[in-house]
């Protein structure tokens, strides 16, 4: 249930925040990258629309009325609060900027990033030894929160609490070669094995909780992009 302090959040949140606008097709959806130009309290908010190779090829399926889905991070929130609705565009504007008018939501959907709360999730990666070109693991991240996440996925050899390893995966369309950056969604986080748990007699897979090894903006981006990105799925 949306609380009255969310729509609040929403109303005065800053000009500029980073929104990532989910557009859906009847095939699949279209994800773009925007900044929020304004919001007219109960009446609409307003995105900047971008020249980039991504907002061209989603011209076609920018119409009033098209459904969308929005995401943003309240970075002047003291808990950093993800705000997640599902509203329609009202308007294409092209006369004082390229802006697009987007429907008020009526529903908010909140997620607290920088509270300790494990954020369930099923998305696919590899687990890496930091120097290592063939993953010693393939699975599934299972939760995440900003200290760290857990891992169901192959039985790694050797491996024992305090080991230090790499966590790849990719949060966009294309995979690429993935160094300590992100890169076009990818993304190869250090992290540290803090528990390993057998799941049942009948598998060889293990339960894998690591902690992140570093508290830096990738890091962070990672965590923010991987709840962004499973909202929608």
């Known amino acids: 249930m949306t609380e009255n302090s969310d729509?609040?959040?929403?109303?005065t949140m800053r000009c500029k925040t980073e929104v990532?606008?989910?557009?859906?097709t009847p095939t699949q959806p279209i994800r773009l990258k925007s900044r929020l130009i304004g919001v007219d309290p109960f009446m609409s908010v307003i995105l900047a629309m971008h020249n980039d190779a991504d907002w061209f090829s989603a011209k076609n399926f920018l119409r009033e009325g098209q459904v969308v889905v929005i995401r943003l991070l309240n970075c002047e929130d003291s808990e950093a609060n993800i705000f997640a609705f599902r509203c329609n565009i009202q308007k294409i504007m092209s006369i004082a900027g390229n802006w697009l008018v987007i429907d008020y939501p009526k529903q908010i959907q909140k997620v607290c990033l920088r509270q300790n709360v494990r954020y369930p999730i099923q998305h696919g990666c590899d687990i890496y030894h930091e120097k290592s070109t063939k993953p010693v693991s393939t699975g599934n991240l299972t939760d995440i929160s900003i200290k760290g996440c857990a891992f169901t996925g192959d039985f790694i050899?050797?491996?024992v609490v305090g080991d230090c390893y790499q966590l790849r995966i990719q949060l966009g369309e294309n995979?690429?070669?993935?160094?300590?950056?992100?890169?076009?969604?990818?993304?190869?986080?250090?992290i540290t094995v803090k528990n390993i748990t057998d799941i049942s007699l009948h598998t060889e897979q293990k339960q894998y909780g690591f902690i992140f090894s570093q508290k830096d903006q990738t890091t962070t981006d990672f965590i923010k992009k991987t709840i962004f990105y499973n909202l929608s799925h």
């Open 7 to 11: 729509f609040d959040c929403l109303n």
């Open 20 to 24: 990532y606008l989910q557009v859906l």
């Open 157 to 159: 050899a050797g491996c």
């Open 175 to 190: 995979k690429a070669n993935l160094g300590t950056e992100s890169n076009n969604g990818n993304f190869a986080i250090p």
